[in-house]
């Protein structure tokens, strides 16, 4: 089993002291996978800043302009209440997006079985037009367009598990069949996206599945939601790949969120996502860093994405289950809704 390890020593060069999406996310992780020794049993890729050219299949020329503009700013800028850009942040942006490319190609390119992307700044807000919820640009719609255009693949399943609705990346494909867009998400929460009944358009209507779950849902809810509506919507769909936006802000731990996933939980649902992989499409899925905002609870999390993508039975959970004696609530009425609005 070969997986490849795409990420960049520059990643750290877009940083903001004292915000939730700053340096210290992507060396939690750089950290993890070294003291494991899980990067040494990757086949590690040095990206390269992705061409524009890819980046304006999901973006753009007028976003691009001013994105290149800001490059040459000395100051950091916020683009939005959340979002900032500093010196070079368009050329780290696309070292970020160049990452997800890179492991795509290499596993569409049959140098590797699946790839796992640790990258940053992160992508699924990203509008097509403007930055949002600090992110820059669509990785993983740049990289979906990227297997479409250069290896022909025609259907490709993306799964965002982060805890913010993928606005952005929802957005992008929203009249599109080639793509089949799931998000389980807290809900109402930001971007205040991601309703039920938002199920695509013209053509793509029924290809975005939107699973809203209210706070305080964790590990029987999302496992439930994983069995009842991801396994039959891909067995449907019959996916050629699986891009999956990776967040662990879901996660008990993290301090905007309000949902209950244990790292236990989410090694189910990567297995159960590399399951669904090997079903249909030979295995071949390449996991994206998205959000999350606990350290531990990223850095052991994108671990468990490597153990499971290199076969391990592993999985680091030190901050165990969620605390407290909440009892989780009741998925089963949004499951059999989502069922019927879909007819799974």
């Not at 003291?35 to 040095?46: C, E, N």
């Not at 255009?149 to 490709?156: A, D, F, K, P, Q």
Request: a negative charge; hydrophobic letters at 40%; one cysteine or more.
């Amino acid at each position: 089993m070969t997986t490849v390890y795409a990420t960049h020593s520059r990643y750290v060069e877009h940083h903001l002291p004292g915000h939730p999406e700053h340096a210290g996310r992507i060396q939690a992780v750089w950290r993890q996978m070294d003291d494991s020794g899980l990067a040494a049993r990757m086949q590690r890729l040095d990206p390269q800043p992705i061409d524009e050219a890819h980046i304006r299949t999901v973006h753009t020329r007028e976003y691009l302009a001013a994105l290149a503009w800001l490059d040459d700013l000395e100051q950091i800028t916020h683009l939005d209440a959340d979002t900032y850009a500093g010196p070079k942040a368009y050329e780290i942006a696309r070292l970020s997006a160049g990452g997800v490319v890179s492991a795509v190609d290499a596993v569409l390119g049959g140098k590797a079985d699946n790839g796992l992307a640790a990258v940053r700044p992160p992508g699924h807000h990203a509008m097509p037009s403007y930055a949002m919820g600090f992110c820059l640009l669509g990785n993983v719609p740049i990289a979906a367009r990227f297997a479409q255009n250069t290896h022909h693949v025609e259907r490709i399943m993306i799964v965002d598990f982060d805890v913010h609705h993928g606005n952005g990346t929802e957005a992008m494909f929203y009249d599109d069949d080639s793509v089949l867009f799931i998000s389980a998400h807290q809900s109402p929460f930001y971007p205040g996206t991601g309703r039920i009944h938002d199920t695509g358009r013209d053509k793509g209507t029924g290809y975005t599945i939107n699973i809203p779950f209210p706070g305080g849902h964790g590990d029987a809810s999302y496992a439930a939601v994983f069995d009842q509506v991801v396994w039959p919507a891909a067995e449907r769909f019959k996916p050629e790949l699986i891009l999956v936006s990776a967040g662990f802000d879901a996660h008990w731990t993290d301090p905007l969120a309000s949902m209950r996933l244990s790292l236990s939980g989410y090694a189910h649902l990567t297995r159960e996502l590399i399951r669904i992989a090997h079903q249909f499409c030979g295995g071949k899925i390449i996991f994206v860093m998205e959000g999350g905002y606990n350290l531990d609870a990223l850095g052991n999390g994108m671990r468990n994405i490597a153990h499971a993508l290199l076969g391990d039975d592993t999985v680091s959970d030190p901050l165990g289950p969620a605390r407290g004696s909440r009892p989780e609530p009741d998925a089963q009425p949004l499951i059999d809704q989502i069922r019927e609005i879909h007819r799974l």
